[in-house]
């Protein structure tokens, strides 16, 4: 009966974490198609993609190998996690190293929703801005669904962890000093690059994003309280696994 119930507990365990993170992973979908109508807005992209949009710039322009823009961000990820195990050093826990997989699967998805996207925002003022502002609301709506999902965080926000927990410093003042870093470094690489301010990259709509998005998800975070009962459901997902190998052997046989 023991063994019974470990096996039952076990396999609700499974199940709760795989459920956790298809949700996690609707939720970066979501994320990333905000962030590609920031970039599709020509205006300054969000913070987390300055250094890769420059990056996926030169690549264009064959100053740098032509990866994209999702492929770049992964890369950035893959070194902001490094960064985090060189200031933890014995801190750093081994479970954060699943960063690097939630880093991977946003950089795809970014790739999907910037193919997405293709064509979706005109070349006037006025559509440019619409874009900036629905693509940064879908941002913030998209990160309060994420850290809902509580799962390990995206190594833009584990690196600011990493520094309040080794300095100190409130997470906001961490974070700020991440975010302002990151787009100084994408500054930087657009003189090194191209020799001039990328306005595109970095411009009035980066500003706009690192306030307005904070404030977006300062307003949706208490209102998706329901989502704690969507993150708990188990029988249903039973239901539908067990339904979806049932068709596909159907269609097998």
């Given at each position: 009966?023991?063994?019974?119930a470990?096996?039952?507990?076990?396999?609700?365990?499974?199940?709760?974490?795989?459920?956790?993170h298809?949700?996690?992973?609707?939720?970066?979908?979501?994320?990333?198609?905000g962030?590609?109508?920031?970039?599709?807005?020509?205006?300054?992209?969000?913070?987390?993609?300055?250094?890769?949009?420059?990056?996926?710039?030169?690549?264009?322009?064959?100053?740098?190998?032509?990866?994209?823009?999702?492929?770049?961000?992964?890369?950035?990820?893959?070194?902001?996690?490094?960064?985090?195990?060189?200031?933890?050093?014995?801190?750093?826990?081994?479970?954060q190293?699943?960063?690097?997989?939630?880093?991977?699967?946003?950089?795809?998805?970014?790739?999907?929703?910037m193919?997405?996207?293709?064509?979706?925002?005109?070349?006037?003022?006025l559509?440019?801005?619409?874009?900036?502002?629905?693509?940064?609301?879908?941002?913030?709506?998209?990160?309060?669904?994420?850290?809902?999902?509580?799962?390990?965080?995206?190594?833009?926000?584990?690196?600011?962890?990493?520094?309040?927990?080794?300095?100190?410093?409130?997470?906001?003042?961490?974070?700020?000093?991440?975010?302002?870093?990151?787009?100084?470094?994408?500054?930087?690489?657009?003189?090194?690059?191209?020799?001039?301010?990328?306005?595109?990259?970095?411009?009035?709509?980066?500003?706009?994003?690192?306030?307005?998005?904070?404030?977006?998800?300062?307003?949706?975070?208490?209102k998706?309280?329901?989502?704690?009962?969507?993150?708990?459901?188990?029988?249903?997902?039973?239901?539908?696994?067990?339904?979806?190998?049932?068709?596909?052997?159907?269609?097998?046989?």
């Open positions: 009966m023991r063994e019974a470990v096996s039952v507990d076990l396999k609700s365990r499974i199940i709760g974490f795989l459920w956790q298809v949700l996690l992973f609707v939720s970066l979908f979501v994320m990333t198609a962030v590609a109508l920031c970039v599709r807005s020509a205006l300054g992209s969000s913070v987390i993609s300055t250094i890769p949009y420059v990056m996926t710039e030169a690549g264009t322009a064959s100053m740098a190998p032509g990866l994209t823009i999702g492929q770049y961000t992964y890369l950035m990820n893959f070194i902001l996690v490094i960064a985090q195990i060189i200031v933890l050093r014995r801190k750093f826990e081994a479970v190293l699943f960063q690097l997989v939630i880093g991977f699967a946003f950089g795809g998805l970014l790739d999907v929703n193919a997405l996207t293709t064509g979706m925002v005109g070349d006037g003022l559509s440019k801005i619409m874009a900036q502002f629905i693509g940064c609301t879908i941002l913030g709506i998209g990160i309060a669904f994420e850290v809902r999902c509580g799962s390990v965080t995206m190594p833009g926000e584990g690196m600011p962890v990493a520094l309040t927990r080794v300095t100190e410093l409130p997470f906001p003042k961490a974070k700020i000093i991440v975010d302002i870093s990151l787009v100084v470094i994408a500054v930087i690489l657009g003189y090194v690059f191209f020799g001039r301010w990328m306005s595109n990259v970095v411009g009035v709509g980066t500003l706009f994003a690192m306030f307005y998005v904070g404030l977006v998800v300062k307003f949706i975070a208490p998706i309280k329901w989502f704690d009962r969507v993150l708990s459901f188990r029988p249903g997902i039973r239901r539908v696994v067990c339904g979806l190998l049932r068709f596909i052997s159907n269609r097998n046989s």
